[in-house]
């Protein structure tokens, strides 16, 4: 019987084994013994993951499944699905982190006496964790991990009401206390995550756990960088009381410091996120936590909370918020926003939660301080000193990518001031050119010293090009437009005719050096006749992998070190590492002098050889790492090949939206080492070459650019 069997597809397989795929399907046909397959389709067949370790231990293809790819199986492959899965694992590390000594005695025995006996432990531990109390009746356990009473269900266990917050209806609670046959099917995803927490820690297996699902399902989830969660946290400050209504992953309240009489208040309208967050942020500290599943601007679980922060990354560009229904809604203090303004009904719903002098952080699209729809409310907002910063964030800074978002931070007022003054600041100037976002400790010194000094002395002197307070009276016109790019033009070099000219003496140096390093004449090796393609006896990557000719790895973890990332960008541009990857359990891939780093998305012939400056950073996401064996393989001759235009097609994939490279498929001619290293001095020359050009364009774009503005600001002489 495979009922509650956790079940593996053929990708899940070839992680387990270290090979690929085609590797599988050739098991598959080849070795009659191979399980059959319990679930799943005809096109996509699942396996039982008992049945495939016990196979692969037989065939020798496996000493023994990794620990945590063993448990990320039992939670990807469970019954009911990874986030139920991930749910329960998240009470039991909950528990384990909290009453170490009831998790022993609990998972003591059979499996069916660990579903029997856990429901009851978790509820003597997560009631009084969530700051609630025990009520009787009903048949079905809850934790409500907010100050209400769980609507639509028969509630056993609810929380009491918090200091300022009265019963909330319309909402629901966010951790569910599964019943005995339910964790059944659970039991050895939990045997297996306790295991884990043994070696890394409750948080870091949880952490690691739940980073794993978001990465796998980047689609389904709006993340909130951990960087710019941070600025926006320090930005609101210290607080006792701090609330999200619309909560994620929780990445926002994560970022809050942690003090044990702190109160985190979070809301969100996906139950699994609700729930997800409440534990990772239980987990997180020793704050209470009251969190709830329901539509904020709807059905508010917090309507009498008085926060001392609220940091909020609201939905975009949402027209069914509720315009109908809400229209005298007491929230709607600054002007009922409009159907097109539903970033200002959450901005309303922020100070509405707000204690007097509280403050509020939330993330905005950059069409919200101009549409004309939303002028009146931003006037109030001037008016009434309830805005005050209004901070573009450089390209890059979180989702959408391609857009510079901005943070407003507002403040319920105590009362109105005399000459209100609005801090506008402009980080765009520390975007970089790679995929991993803007600079962030240049962001951050620059945003929050502006900030501070403002927030100190309620104004700030002019820092061109970055920040400025602007009297709200110039802001009342007719658009009560305060997008900071309209208000802080660009800074104007007092030199800028030098520096000019000596970005074109630059330009001019590398083109001579162009003209030196440009290759001879191609030229066969029978001038009198017509060349043909040689007839190499050809390798894959996969086969030298095999054999141990070169190692091959994938990146996408930075582990615990803060280093530079290589990013897929930073190698299809040739630029240094740029690159942030959120800190994980998961050892990162650092390059070394002589890796051979390729990208696999996007469909262009490129690999590049990493040098010194390159070496030591960690490897990024959708690039694959070939560290050769010198005494085998010659790198740059292993660049070189894996670079032509062929090779890349046939050993190319196609999806709806983008082209993947198996890397394992690419090939190159078996040859002498002596023969390689002739033919990694013409790459490498080529390579240098390639390296010079994309430099002289830059100083090129650089030297344009500049003329462009010098004569329009006037720096410039025409003559």
Aim: glycine share 10%.
């Amino acid at each position: 019987m495979h009922d509650n069997a956790t079940e593996v597809t053929a990708a899940g397989i070839a992680r387990l084994a270290g090979v690929g795929r085609a590797a599988v399907s050739n098991w598959r046909r080849r070795h009659a013994d191979f399980p059959k397959p319990v679930g799943g389709t005809e096109t996509s067949p699942a396996f039982a993951l008992g049945e495939v370790e016990a196979w692969l231990r037989r065939q020798g293809k496996l000493a023994e499944v990794p620990l945590r790819e063993r448990v990320w199986q039992h939670l990807v492959g469970h019954p009911e699905g990874p986030v139920v899965a991930l749910t329960h694992a998240g009470c039991v590390l909950l528990l384990i982190h909290d009453r170490p000594t009831v998790w022993l005695e609990v998972s003591a025995g059979s499996d069916e006496r660990l579903a029997a006996m856990l429901p009851g432990a978790l509820e003597q531990m997560l009631v009084p964790r969530f700051g609630g109390r025990r009520v009787h009746g009903g048949a079905t356990r809850s934790v409500s991990v907010n100050a209400d009473t769980p609507v639509n269900a028969t509630s056993a266990v609810h929380t009491a009401p918090g200091v300022n917050t009265p019963p909330p209806v319309n909402t629901a609670p966010a951790v569910h206390i599964p019943h005995g046959p339910a964790l059944l099917p659970s039991a050895p995803l939990l045997r297996g995550a306790a295991e884990l927490a043994a070696e890394l820690g409750a948080r870091q297996t949880f952490e690691f756990l739940l980073g794993r699902h978001l990465d796998a399902n980047p689609r389904q989830y709006t993340l909130t960088p951990t960087e710019l969660a941070r600025l926006m946290a320090d930005l609101a400050g210290p607080a006792r009381t701090v609330l999200d209504p619309a909560c994620g992953t929780g990445a926002l309240l994560r970022a809050a410091a942690a003090a044990p009489d702190q109160e985190m208040y979070a809301q969100d309208s996906a139950p699994d996120l609700a729930a997800l967050t409440a534990l990772r942020l239980a987990l997180h500290g020793r704050a209470t936590v009251r969190a709830a599943v329901g539509d904020t601007l709807r059905a508010d679980a917090h309507p009498g909370l008085h926060a001392d922060a609220v940091l909020c990354h609201p939905p975009f560009n949402e027209r069914n918020w509720g315009h109908d229904e809400l229209a005298y809604d007491p929230r709607w203090e600054y002007g009922f926003p409009a159907r097109t303004e539903s970033e200002l009904a959450w901005v309303q719903h922020a100070l509405a939660r707000l204690t007097d002098g509280g403050t509020a952080v939330l993330l905005m699209p950059p069409a919200a301080t101009s549409r004309r729809s939303g002028r009146r409310i931003r006037a109030d907002l001037l008016r009434r000193g309830a805005l005050r910063a209004v901070i573009a964030l450089p390209v890059g800074a979180a989702p959408p990518y391609n857009i510079p978002l901005h943070l407003w931070v507002l403040r319920r007022p105590e009362k109105a001031p005399a000459q209100p003054e609005l801090l506008l600041a402009d980080a765009g100037q520390f975007a970089t050119e790679g995929r991993g976002g803007p600079d962030w400790r240049a962001v951050r010194d620059a945003v929050l010293d502006a900030w501070r000094e403002f927030d100190r002395a309620g104004s700030l002197a002019e820092r061109p090009g970055l920040a400025r307070s602007v009297p709200v009276i110039e802001l009342l016109d007719d658009d009560v437009d305060f997008a900071p790019a309209r208000h802080l033009p660009p800074p104007t070099a007092a030199d800028g005719a030098e520096q000019l000219t000596v970005v074109r003496e630059r330009l001019g140096e590398t083109l001579r050096l162009t003209v030196g390093l440009t290759p001879p004449p191609p030229h066969t090796a029978s001038p009198t006749h017509t060349a043909s393609p040689a007839r190499w006896p050809l390798t894959t990557v996969g086969e030298l992998a095999r054999g141990g000719a070169l190692v091959m790895r994938t990146g996408g973890n930075s582990g615990h070190a803060r280093v530079p990332v290589l990013t897929d960008h930073d190698v299809l541009a040739g630029t240094a590492p740029s690159g942030t990857l959120p800190e994980s359990d998961e050892e990162a891939v650092l390059t070394e002098v002589g890796d051979v780093v390729v990208p696999v998305l996007g469909g262009g012939a490129v690999a590049r050889v990493i040098d010194e400056a390159t070496g030591g950073a960690a490897l990024g996401r959708n690039l694959v790492l070939l560290r050769p064996d010198p005494t085998a393989l010659d790198p740059w001759f292993l660049a070189g090949f894996l670079r032509g235009t062929a090779n890349n097609r046939q050993a190319s994939s196609y999806a709806s939206t983008a082209t993947r490279l198996d890397v394992r498929r690419l090939q190159l001619p078996r040859l002498a080492l002596d023969e390689q290293r002739r033919y990694g001095a013409r790459f490498r020359a080529l390579d240098e070459f390639e390296r010079v050009l994309r430099h002289a364009s830059r100083l090129g774009e650089q030297l344009v650019r500049g003329m462009y503005d010098g004569l329009t600001d006037g720096t410039v002489a025409p003559e």
